[in-house]
T-cell receptor, first 109, second 115 residues
Framework: DAKTTQPPSMDCAEGRAANLPCNHS???????VYWYRQIHSQGPQYIIH???NNETNEMASLIITEDRKSSTLILPHATLRDTAVYYC??????????FGAGTILRVKS | DAMVIQNPRYQVTQFGKPVTLSCSQT?????MYWYQQKSSQAPKLLFH???????NEADTPDNFQSRRPNTSFCFLDIRSPGLGDAAMYLC??????????????FGPGTRLTVL
């Protein structure tokens, strides 16, 4: 599975949109982009995934560039409870999850 | 609510004393995973069961074993814990991985301390 690169940390003001970038320049055509997050002392939680189209669910939006070499997870109105480590994972069909270092998102009031 | 349960949440053991961590699920998922997460690191897959088939990761030490007596339960056995095995152990479940998107559902983890 392709490797991902994420900034180690980001800050966001409460109520504002949090935009978390991820680079995956070696992604291949059949690999999906997944996002999970891990709130302190809890297990990781699935957020969203996509192949090439932008996706939205009740938690977040995922914007994937046309060349698929990068993506952005958007939390539209961040709250203090969104403070967590966010993992961007590129994963082939049916393959395992391989977690990278992730981005620590700190939402501040 | 359907969920993944891990007991205990905190486990203390002595150096070299065998310890078992347990995981149960009410999701009726085929696949159960065990991850190790050391402090300030990302979760690392140790092994997984697809139904009764055990799949070990190549770099998982022999000290770690697992049992899955039925669909609902899976155990992680550490035969001789060392100080380096202190970590959070996460259990996760998913449906058949061969069916495309299979979200993994994680339990809250068991934090293991080795004295």
């Amino acid at each position: 599975d392709a490797k991902t690169t994420q900034p180690p940390s980001m800050d966001c003001a409460e109520g504002r949109a949090a935009n978390l970038p991820c680079n995956h320049s070696t992604i291949s055509g059949n690999e999906y982009v997944y996002w999970y997050r891990q709130i302190h002392s809890q297990g990781p939680q699935y957020i969203i995934h996509g192949l090439k189209n932008n996706e939205t669910n009740e938690m977040a939006s995922l914007i994937i560039t046309e060349d698929r070499k990068s993506s952005t997870l958007i939390l539209p109105h961040a709250t203090l409870r969104d403070t967590a480590v966010y993992y961007c994972i590129v994963r082939g069909y049916g393959n395992k999850l391989v977690f990278g270092a992730g981005t620590i998102l700190r939402v501040k009031s | 609510d359907a969920m993944v349960i891990q007991n205990p949440r905190y486990q203390v053991t002595q150096f070299g004393k065998p310890v078992t961590l347990s995981c149960s699920q009410t999701l009726n998922h085929n696949v159960m995973y065990w991850y190790q997460q050391k402090s300030s690191q990302a979760p690392k897959l140790l092994f997984h069961y697809y139904d009764k088939d055990f799949n070990n990761e190549a770099d998982t030490p022999d000290n770690f074993q697992s049992r899955r007596p039925n669909t609902s339960f899976c155990f992680l056995d550490i035969r001789s814990p060392g100080l380096g095995d202190a970590a959070m152990y996460l259990c996760a479940t998913s449906r058949d991985p061969g069916q495309g998107h299979n979200e993994q559902f994680f339990g809250p983890g068991t934090r293991l301390t080795v004295l």
